[in-house]
């Protein structure tokens, strides 16, 4: 199974420690990580930890985080150009579900602010709950959306996950949103993948 995703403008490869400058980068922007990461500047090694965890879960569970970065027809879509910048993060991981209700699927995004408002995260995470549901067979995502963010409660709504319950967590409070398999497969969303 390829752990390479694709959409008509960008190429997801699984991240890597030869990522992690890009990503340093990327989630200690105070635009980014004030819903990302409460506001929390993560340092190089939590950077290092959250890239290993993303390579465990994809050896054990055939998902983890992507790197997102645009696609270039003309090399080959699934060749990374180097120098190529990093447009975002998208993915899925463990999450300890609202109320201590065990773990729950979730997934993740994060733009670079000159890439907000052009419809990238959307795109991204179809491919990967397209991934998700159709290929390694999760049953279910969730998504924890911090209450003063409404431009990702309208990313999940368009993704046709239900706001199903509200939580304590995050500066903000937080909503939590959930897709699952059947009515995703049901649904044909698959409209930014390509074959």
Known sequence: MSEVLRTVRLVLHPVSMRDHPALLTHWTGPLVRRHLFDDRVVTPVQVSEIIEAS???????????????????????????????LVGVAGLSHHEGPLGHGVDVEILYSL?????????????????LDYAFGVVGVHRITAEIDMANAVSAEIALQLGMRRWRDGAAGPDGAAYYAADRSRWIGSRRIVDAVP
């Open 55 to 85: 390579e465990r879960d994809f050896a054990t569970e055939g998902y983890g985080l992507w790197a997102l970065r645009p696609a270039r027809w003309s090399t080959g879509i699934d060749a990374p150009v180097p120098g190529d910048p």
């Open 112 to 128: 670079e602010p000159d890439h907000w408002g052009h419809g990238l995260a959307a795109e991204a995470s179809r491919a990967v």
